[in-house]
């Protein structure tokens, strides 16, 4: 499987969401899967939340995925209460990708 890894900062927000789109979408273009590295973030907004549907969605009309790995407890609470956490594949570490 061709990835190419993204490094989330701290907080995915209104802040940095045009930033991290198209960070996400230039992998995506080049036909490699997305791999979010999100060991460093510790908050999503609901923004946040819409450039990771955003993502899965372009992802998906390419043939392609977008995986999270090293979601924060904070992070992993906000996935599972707005159900997001359900449409990735999720990981522990990078050690555990395919």
């Known amino acids: 499987m061709n990835m190419e890894i993204y490094k989330?900062?701290?907080?995915?927000?209104?802040?940095?969401?045009?930033?991290?789109?198209?960070?996400i979408q230039a992998i995506?273009?080049?036909g490699s899967n997305a791999v979010l590295?999100?060991?460093?973030c510790?908050?999503?907004s609901s923004t946040?939340?819409?450039?990771?549907?955003?993502?899965?969605k372009l992802a998906a009309s390419k043939g392609l995925?977008?995986?999270l790995v090293g979601m924060t407890s904070e992070v992993k609470d906000?996935?599972?209460?707005?159900?997001?956490?359900?449409?990735?594949e999720t990981y522990q570490s990078l050690?555990?990708?395919p």
């Open 78 to 88: 906000i996935m599972d209460v707005t159900g997001f956490s359900n449409f990735f």
């Open 37 to 40: 590295d999100m060991t460093g």
């Open 8 to 23: 989330l900062a701290e907080g995915l927000d209104s802040f940095n969401s045009d930033e991290v789109q198209n960070g």
């Open 28 to 30: 995506l273009e080049k």
């Open 42 to 44: 510790n908050y999503i």
């Open 48 to 56: 946040g939340l819409r450039v990771l549907l955003y993502s899965k």
């Open 65 to 67: 995925k977008v995986c």
């Open 95 to 97: 050690d555990e990708l």
